[in-house]
Structures are given as structure tokens and as C-alpha cells.
């Protein structure tokens, strides 16, 4: 079956931009998350929704950074006034249940010139 | 706030031995701790996963253990192939079930 499903796989915008990557999970998960991993980093999380809300905000870099999820499928993640720092992977993985494997997305590379 | 540390950061084995990555984590209400790989370029992808009510599980040539009461946890890899040469990341979850910290991963060079 589908897995989960991310776009662009590349984006190279300029420094001040804004950017939109979205995150199509698997149908069904009710759980979805956004990390970010940097070149031969690990994985820092970003952010999680349950059905379309998130509770815990607390890992968004800045107040640059923004998501929504909608009708508890498709979430996008925004990234204003694009920064060089900004320059990463960013991986969305859904999973159906709380504390159940996550499967990852392909990512989307992120390069700020 | 929720943390989880993992160590070696780099390991590097003799094929047909052993590999051993240890975690510990800061939430005493962590409940789950899946371990992913992650070979080059490739997405993290679950290896094995233990829950809170057992102490040890095994799945062919990969083992984990908890101990919950001193907060850490470790994968054991016997027999090590170069195929087993990745990126090895320890997770826990935190905040009800739904949030899942990683560690900072542990790359395994395995020698032929």
C-alpha cells in the first residue's frame, strides 16, 4: 500500500523566502510528526499532531516555523523568511496509534542560498 | 524538557562480532522505545521495539533490554554483517504516547 508520501523531494529557495512542504501520511494514522535532520545529524523533532491538533508546539526552531494538519490527513509544515540555518531534511513519519512504529517519508531537502 | 541520550555516537566492529548501542531517557513516563536504522540516504526504518511491561526482546540477531529503573535501554546486534552498517537511532516516547524523542544516533561501521 501507499506509504507516507512527502513534496517536494528537493527545494533550493532563496534566503528570505517562505517555503511549504507537505506530508501525505499513511490514510488512517491518526498520529503525525515532523523532525528536521541536518547533514549527518540525528533527528530534532519538530512537531507532532494527533487527529488535527497539535499539543506541543515546543520544538518549532522559531516563530517562523508553522504546520497544520487538515480533515486529519494532509499536514503542511511553513517555513517564513527562509534562513541559511533553515538548510536541512525534513522527514514527516505518521503512525495509526500512540506509542507504534512511525513510518518515515522520503523527506524534503531543504537548501537556503 | 524530554531528552534521550545515546552513546557511541560512531562504533566501529569486526564482522561476525558483536555491537552494542546504549540509551538512556529522562521521562520516568516513557513507555515505548523503538530503535530505527538508517542506511545512507535512505529513510529511518523501525529495526525492533520494546514496551515498558518487558524487560528484554529478541528477534533474531537483534536484541533490545530496559531497565526502567535507571531510564536506559540498549540494542545488541550478534553476529554483526557489513550490512549492518547504518545509522542506528534509539527513540522514546514522551508526552501521553504521542511524541517521540530520538537519540542522536550511533553510526555502525561494520568491517569485512
Known amino acids: 500500500g501507499a506509504g507516507v508520501s512527502q513534496s517536494p523531494s528537493n527545494k533550493v529557495t532563496e534566503k528570505g523566502k517562505d517555503v511549504e512542504l507537505r506530508c501525505d501520511p499513511i490514510s488512517g494514522h491518526t498520529a503525525l510528526y515532523w523532525y528536521r535532520q541536518s547533514l549527518g545529524q540525528g533527528l530534532e523533532f519538530l512537531i507532532y499532531?494527533?487527529?488535527?491538533?497539535?499539543?506541543?508546539k515546543s520544538g518549532l526552531p522559531s516563530d517562523r516555523f508553522s504546520a497544520e494538519r487538515t480533515g486529519g490527513s494532509v499536514s503542511t509544515l511553513t517555513i517564513q523568511r527562509t534562513q541559511q540555518e533553515d538548510s536541512a531534511v525534513y522527514l514527516c513519519?505518521?503512525?495509526?496509534?500512540?506509542?507504534?512504529?512511525?513510518?518515515f517519508g522520503q523527506g524534503t531537502r531543504l537548501t537556503v542560498v | 524538557g524530554e531528552n534521550v541520550e545515546q552513546h557511541p555516537s560512531t562504533l566501529s566492529v569486526q564482522e561476525g562480532d558483536s555491537a552494542v548501542i546504549k540509551c538512556t531517557y529522562s521521562d520516568s513516563a516513557s513507555n515505548y522505545f523503538p530503535w530505527y536504522k538508517q542506511e545512507l540516504g535512505k529513510r529511518p526504518q523501525l529495526i525492533i521495539d520494546?514496551?515498558?511491561?518487558?524487560g528484554e526482546k529478541k528477534d533474531q540477531r537483534i536484541a533490545v533490554t530496559l531497565n526502567k529503573t535507571a531510564k536506559h535501554f540498549s540494542l545488541h546486534i550478534t553476529e554483526t554483517q557489513p550490512e549492518d552498517s547504518a545509522v542506528y537511532f534509539c527513540?522514546?516516547?514522551?508526552?501521553?504516547?504521542?511524541?517521540?524523542?530520538f537519540g542522536a544516533g550511533t553510526r555502525l561501521f561494520v568491517k569485512a
Open positions: 499532531f494527533q487527529g488535527n491538533s497539535a499539543p506541543d
Open positions: 513519519a505518521s503512525s495509526p496509534l500512540m506509542n507504534t512504529e512511525a513510518f
Open positions: 520494546i514496551r515498558s511491561n518487558v
Open positions: 527513540a522514546a516516547s514522551t508526552g501521553g504516547g504521542f511524541k517521540t524523542i
